[in-house]
């Protein structure tokens, strides 16, 4: 796969604690604070003072960059705000409309289409090859289950929130091998971490994010098990964002 391909941007950020617990991770604000500590005047003699100050410009441009950068909390914090979204899994060809806003959730898994009314308990199913329908009352224990189904944040993240996110994660920028990959406009990034099992099946996200909104609206799931040489591709989630009116 191309897209799997594409390569580092720069050194991946590993996610620690004081990131998972809100804190933004800034290597370029430390690099220029350690470099602000150094003293000037003591290199003057050796002919250092003019490296010196280069340093202190070089930490000044790099924070400028990294501000610029989309941040996997940034993009938890968009997500969460998101009550109405349509995904498109294209692996498994399945489709899902999540309504916050009306309370509904629709599921397509051709040929069948099943609709979720959570404010009324109301389940009804349509299969297009048939023409054949179905309506129910739904019980309190799968009402429930619905509304778990209705997380928009656990329907397009790896984990439900960023202090789920495991130690040792890393996320980083890529830059597009493939042109096609990512239209103007989007930026790439890979969240990246290990399954800690007997298996240790390492994982890999990528995100295809517009700055603006810092929304994800492509998704692709990858996984490497201990006996592939690379990243498989799992799956792709092409993501929709609407309004109740839409």
Known sequence: DESAQARPLKKPVEIDAG???????DFAARLKHRITRLKVKSLVGTGLAAAAVILIGLG????????TAVSIKQIYSAVEGVRNVHITTSIDQQEQWVSQ???????KTWPEWVLFDVGTGVRKLKDSLTGKTDQRQLPEDEI?????????TLALMPFDSIY?????TQWSPVMDAAPQSASGGTEMYDLTWTERTSSNVARRWRFYVDPGTRLP?????????SVDTDYRLTSVKQVEYMSDAE
């Open 19 to 25: 990131c998972r617990t809100g804190a933004t991770v």
């Open 101 to 107: 806003g009306l309370n509904i959730y629709l599921k």
């Open 217 to 225: 609206h492509k998704i692709e799931s990858y996984q490497k098990r």
């Open 164 to 168: 789920g996110i495991p130690p040792g």
């Open 60 to 67: 000044l441009l790099l924070q400028s960059s990294s501000a």
């Open 144 to 152: 429930a289950a619905v509304k778990a189904r209705m997380n928009i």
